[in-house]
């Protein structure tokens, strides 16, 4: 007896068939397309990489930019103030790709913290300017003991508000007093006794540079000049800023004449100045979808090229 082939069989096998070429071809489509997403996100990451590389690059040149400016400024004249060069903030420069901006902002403009602590000790004279810079800003009093502690090398705890290694060891976490020169304002942050925002309000006022400083009055700002005075009203001190905007103080002499008569005496030569040396530029440089930028503090030394006394990304 003769069976004859179910032609039900021949069509259910080349169905089989024809799902299995429909499902390798798209297992190899989504291969493909898998490979080529691959592809996609490597070309970007090159080219994140490469515009991060160029952003950092043109930033750190805007660094060399400010040195030159401020090389250039010294030797054409040895007074500082905000109507010169280096004072304007680079406007937004394009490059291939993206722009870079810069600023250059003189720090002895402000008062310098690690002035408080000279040959080791306490310096009662800067410790009454950063005094009565802090009741200017509303800032307890105290906390200026609290610096002193955490910049001098002695374990003696100043009273009122000091802290030393005892009290910082008492803290969650524990750590222990610097006993060192700070190296930037944010150092405050460690302090004992200022919260975040005191550093912030604190922080267009002060500087952290690596030496003694006197303030430079053509370029302070008025709650510094009247820090710097014992009776000097911050309606003065506005005043003096107000005057220099129509004409510099060209040296320590000029700057007296125009004091109120009740200040002439009150301040000492060496605590104020009319030239700065440190400075701190701030770069930003954008290419493509990266961001780079940096922030570095300068000393300038006479004629020649400022040397970096340290720089972060910024």
């Known amino acids: 007896m003769n069976v004859q082939p179910d032609p039900r069989n021949g069509a259910r096998e080349r169905g089989v068939a024809l799902i299995t070429v429909i499902l390798i071809v798209a297992l190899a489509a989504s291969m493909a397309a898998f490979m080529a997403w691959q592809q996609q996100i490597w070309v970007r990451q090159v080219e994140n990489l490469r515009d ?12 060399d930019w400010a040195r030159a400016v401020l090389a250039d400024d010294a030797r054409n ?33 402000l008062f310098n913290l ?5 040959n080791g000790k306490a310096s009662q004279t800067d410790l009454a300017i950063f005094q009565r810079l802090l009741e200017l ?23 009122p508000g000091g802290a030393e290694d005892f009290d910082y060891l008492a803290m969650d976490p524990s750590y222990r007093a610097a006993n060192r020169m700070m190296v930037e ?3 405050l942050y460690r302090v004992k006794g200022f ?18 400083t006197p303030v430079n009055v053509n370029t302070a700002p008025a709650e510094v000049l009247a820090a ?15 005057a220099r905007k129509s004409s510099y103080f060209q040296d320590q002499a000029d700057f007296r004449a125009h004091l109120p008569a009740t200040k002439v005496t009150q301040i000492r030569d ?33 004629e020649k090229w400022p040397v970096v006394v340290w720089k972060k990304t910024n």
């Open 270 to 302: 060496n605590d104020f100045s009319v030239n700065s040396r440190y400075f701190m530029v701030t770069s930003l440089a954008n290419f493509g979808r990266a961001q780079s930028g940096y922030k570095a503090l300068l000393a300038r030394q006479g």
């Open 228 to 242: 710097l005075f014992q009776d000097m009203s911050l309606g003065d001190a506005k005043a003096l800023v107000e």
């Open 52 to 63: 991060q590389a160029q952003a950092q690059a043109v930033a750190r040149a805007a660094i």
């Open 195 to 212: 919260a975040p925002e005191m550093v912030e309000r604190l922080r267009p006022f002060v500087t952290a540079l690596p030496e003694p």
């Open 137 to 159: 800003l509303a800032l307890p009093v105290n906390l200026a003991n609290a610096v002193v502690d955490w910049i001098d090398a002695d374990s003696e705890t100043t009273y």
């Open 77 to 109: 004249n040895n007074v500082d103030h905000l109507g010169e060069k280096w004072a304007s903030v680079l406007a937004p420069l394009p490059v291939e790709n993206g722009q870079v901006t810069g600023s250059v902002a003189d720090q002895q403009g």
């Open 185 to 187: 304002v944010g150092n």
């Open 114 to 118: 690690n002035n408080l602590v000279r």
